[in-house]
C-alpha cells in the first residue's frame, strides 16, 4: 500500500511539474494578442501595429486573436507605460524616441525597462537642397559650414533631439564642425519642412527620403546624401554619406518589445512567429507600399543594437548641445 502511494505521488508531482512548465510556454498564448500603438491612428508606429496584426493574422501565424489598441501622448510614453503593467500577450512598437526621450530628459523610461522583441523595419534620412542650389555636393555644403556654421540654414521638423536633427548631427561631427553652431530652424513637421525648403526659406533640410522623394523624381530637389549603408535600389543615382567620406549608416528604425521580465518561452514563440512573418509576400509588400527597407533583427539582435544605438545617441544628444 505504501509503496502504491509513493507511486501516485511520484506520478503526480511529475505531472504537475509538467503542467507548470506548459503552462508557462507550451500553452502560450492562452489570451488575445494585444499590439500597442504608442500615437493616434495614422502615422508610421500605428501603421506598422496594423500592418504586423494583419499578418500575423491572415497567415494564421498566431492561434488567438489580435487586437491593436492605440495609446497616444508624450512622445509614446503613454502607451509605453501601459506596456509596462502587462504580461507577454501585449507588444508595443517602437521607435528611436524609446531613447531619446529619456536621454533628453523628458521620460524615465528606458529601452532596458521593456524586453526586445524585434527590429522590423527603417526608413533612411536625407540630406537635401533645391534643385537650383550652390551646393551641389555633401562636400560643398560641408565646406561652407566648416567656413562659417551660421551662413546655412538648415530645415528641421518637428522637434530637435529626433533622428532627423541628430543624424545631421552626426554627419556635421563626423566633418569637424560643432554642432551647437549651425543655425536651425525648427518645422511642425516634415511637409512643412519641405515646404520651407520650396519656398527657399531654409538651404537645406534634413529628413527622411519619403518626405522628399516625390521631389526628387519631379526635379524639383537634390538629395546630396542618404544614411543608409548602400544606394538603394530605386534611386540609384542618390550617393550615400558613406561613400562621400562621412563614415555613418543612420537607420531610422521601428520595432517591437515587450514588457519586462518575460520568459524564455515567450520570447522565443515571438522570435518564431515574427521570424516567419518577415518572411511573407505581404510583409515585402508593406515595405515596398511604405517605402520602408527590411530591417528584421530577431531579439538577441535587437537587444545587441539596442545597446549600440544607446551609446550612439548618448553622444549625438551631449554633442547637440541640448542637453547640459
Known amino acids: 500500500m505504501k509503496k ?36 493616434s491612428p495614422g502615422g508610421g508606429w500605428d501603421l ?9 493574422t491572415d497567415n494564421e501565424l498566431v492561434d488567438a486573436n489580435i487586437n491593436v489598441i492605440n495609446k497616444p501622448g508624450g512622445g509614446g510614453e503613454v502607451g509605453w507605460k501601459y506596456l509596462q503593467s502587462k504580461d507577454a500577450h501585449h507588444l508595443a ?17 528606458t529601452y532596458k525597462d521593456f524586453t526586445p522583441i524585434a527590429m522590423l523595419a527603417t526608413e533612411w534620412q536625407t540630406l537635401t537642397v533645391p534643385a537650383d542650389s550652390e551646393f551641389e555636393t555633401l562636400e560643398d555644403l560641408m565646406a561652407q559650414l566648416k567656413k562659417d556654421p551660421k551662413s546655412i540654414k538648415v530645415g528641421v521638423g518637428p522637434a530637435l533631439g529626433n533622428d532627423d536633427h541628430l543624424s545631421f548631427v552626426q554627419a556635421v561631427r563626423e566633418n ?27 538651404d ?3 529628413t527622411a527620403l ?27 543615382d542618390v550617393p550615400t554619406y558613406s561613400e562621400q567620406g562621412v563614415e555613418m ?14 520568459s524564455e518561452d515567450e520570447i522565443a514563440y515571438w522570435d518564431k512567429q515574427i521570424g516567419e512573418m518577415v518572411k511573407t509576400e505581404e510583409w515585402e509588400q508593406m515595405l515596398e507600399n511604405n517605402d520602408w527597407d527590411d530591417f528584421y533583427k530577431n531579439s538577441q539582435e535587437t537587444k545587441a543594437f539596442l545597446d549600440e544605438q544607446h551609446e550612439l545617441y548618448q553622444g549625438l544628444v551631449n554633442d547637440s548641445g541640448l542637453v547640459e
Open 4 to 39: 502504491f502511494l509513493f507511486v501516485v505521488l511520484f506520478l503526480g508531482f511529475i505531472l504537475g511539474a509538467c503542467s507548470n512548465s506548459t503552462s508557462s510556454g507550451g500553452d502560450f498564448p492562452s489570451k488575445n494578442i494585444e499590439i500597442i500603438a504608442p500615437a
Open 48 to 56: 506598422t501595429a496594423r500592418s504586423v496584426q494583419k499578418i500575423l
Open 93 to 109: 512598437v517602437n521607435s528611436s524616441l524609446l531613447l531619446t526621450n529619456n536621454l533628453l530628459g523628458s521620460s524615465e523610461l
Open 210 to 236: 519619403s518626405e522628399v522623394k516625390e521631389q526628387y523624381l519631379a526635379g524639383d530637389v537634390r538629395i546630396l546624401a542618404v544614411s543608409s549603408g548602400e544606394r538603394l535600389d530605386d534611386l540609384p
Open 176 to 202: 569637424d564642425v560643432d554642432p551647437k553652431q549651425v543655425d536651425f530652424l525648427v518645422y511642425e513637421g516634415g511637409g512643412d519642412v519641405v515646404t520651407a525648403l520650396m519656398g527657399n526659406h531654409v
Open 204 to 206: 537645406v533640410v534634413t
Open 249 to 262: 549608416e543612420f537607420p531610422h528604425w521601428r520595432g517591437i518589445m515587450g514588457p519586462k521580465d518575460m
